[in-house]
Structure formats: structure tokens, C-alpha cells
T-cell receptor, first 115, second 114 residues
């Protein structure tokens, strides 16, 4: 069965430091891959997506993610975090099959930024 | 555009009561869905709709009903509330089936069942 794993429940980073959030998936073929962000008390917002092609994708708010087929990973990165990046981040996987479009979400990684 | 709106923001129910969570979008999106979010479990799909008059079950549909009589509205009905339905509920929409994964989320409804 398709699954997505975010091994880090909570990460704390100093403002201005770099960030990497991990995401691994388990699926027979390459699925569609997504990162969503949830600010406190808010709904989720799409940060970036990967369907095919260039394995390094750029998103909003200065985030990027790299798809590594050999590692079944889609890690999210940001070179320098800002206090406003404190939020919960969800990796999600979608089946590339028309007629069965359902997102499977990871359990999330909560990001805390310290001054 | 208001985007995706949900009402109420908070609700407390007693076991056995029924209620409807409202969801509306003003973006003319074809695809709408309901998720529940529980600590440590991410979001799980309850029901979804690919257009007016068409609904289907997601991962955790038991205890919930939906209907889609218009493009704009997608209410979620709890038939007989149980403590296990205590959760935060999110409604989401997408422009069409081709962009179904690019979902726009509402602000959520926090439901407590006692």
C-alpha cells in the first residue's frame, strides 16, 4: 500500500539557519509529491509539487525540494529560515492514476524557530 | 474571492447528537473534499466529490454523510456523534480533476464530542 513517512515529529532551528525536512514514500512507481504548510490555526497551503522532470523544484516562500528516486525521498529545504516559517509541514503523495485521485498525507513535522 | 469557507469554527456536541459542518467555495471548483486531522495522524480523507451530484468515500467515511447539490457547497453530516469523531475537520477544493492535488483548504472546524 502507498505510504508516506515524515520521520521527524518536531524540529527546532535558529532564525537564519538552514532547514531540511525529510519525507520518504513507499510506492511501486513514482507518485506525485507535494509539500503543504499549515500555520497555527489555519488550513493547509500548497508549498510546492513534483510531477516529473527536473528533480529540484522551487516553491513559494523560498522553499525548494529535491526528488531522489534512489532514496524514495522528497526532502524540503530552505537556506535561511525566518520566524514566520514556524508552522507544521506535511508531505503528501498522490497516485498518478486518473479516476483515483486521493492525497495521502504524512503525519507532519512541526517546525519551531528560535531567535 | 473568499476562497473556501467553513462554519462553525468551533462546536461541542454530546454523544448521539447530529450536526452538519458547512463548507462553501466561490472559485467554481469542481473537486471538493473533507479531511479530518488528528494528532500524529496527518490528514485523512473522509469523502470527496468530483462535481455536483457526484460523491465518493475516502479513507474514513463511517459515521459521515455528504451531498453535493451545487458546485459551491459540500456539507458534511455527522449522523450520531461519537467521541472518536473529536477532531479538526478541513474542507478543501481544487479547480478540476486535472489539478486535484493542488487543493485550497478552508480554516477548519474544531469539533469536540463529549
Amino acid at each position: 500500500a502507498q505510504s508516506v513517512t515524515q520521520p521527524d515529529i518536531h524540529i527546532t532551528v535558529s532564525e537564519g539557519a538552514s532547514l531540511e525536512l525529510r519525507c520518504n514514500y513507499s510506492y511501486g512507481a513514482t507518485p506525485y509529491l507535494f509539500w503543504y504548510v499549515q500555520s497555527p490555526g489555519q488550513g493547509l497551503q500548497l508549498l510546492l509539487k513534483y510531477f516529473s522532470g527536473d528533480t529540484l523544484v522551487q516553491g513559494i516562500k523560498g522553499f525548494e525540494a529535491e526528488f531522489k528516486r534512489s532514496q524514495s525521498s522528497f526532502n524540503l529545504r530552505k537556506p535561511s529560515v525566518h520566524w514566520s516559517d514556524a508552522a507544521e509541514y506535511f508531505c503528501a503523495v498522490g497516485l498518478p492514476n486518473f479516476g483515483n485521485e486521493k492525497l495521502t498525507f504524512g503525519t507532519g513535522t512541526r517546525l519551531t524557530i528560535i531567535p | 474571492n473568499a476562497g473556501v469557507t467553513q462554519t462553525p469554527k468551533f462546536q461541542v456536541l454530546k454523544t448521539g447528537q447530529s450536526m452538519t459542518l458547512q463548507c462553501a467555495q466561490d472559485m467554481n471548483h469542481e473537486y471538493m473534499s473533507w479531511y479530518r486531522q488528528d494528532p500524529g495522524m496527518g490528514l485523512r480523507l473522509i469523502h470527496y466529490s468530483v462535481g455536483a451530484g457526484i460523491t465518493d468515500q475516502g479513507e474514513v467515511p463511517n459515521g459521515y454523510n455528504v451531498s453535493r447539490s451545487t458546485t459551491e457547497d459540500f456539507p458534511l453530516r455527522l449522523l450520531s456523534a461519537a467521541p472518536s469523531q473529536t477532531s479538526v475537520y478541513f474542507c478543501a477544493s481544487s479547480p478540476n480533476r486535472g489539478a486535484v492535488y493542488e487543493q485550497y483548504f478552508g480554516p477548519g472546524t474544531r469539533l469536540t464530542v463529549t
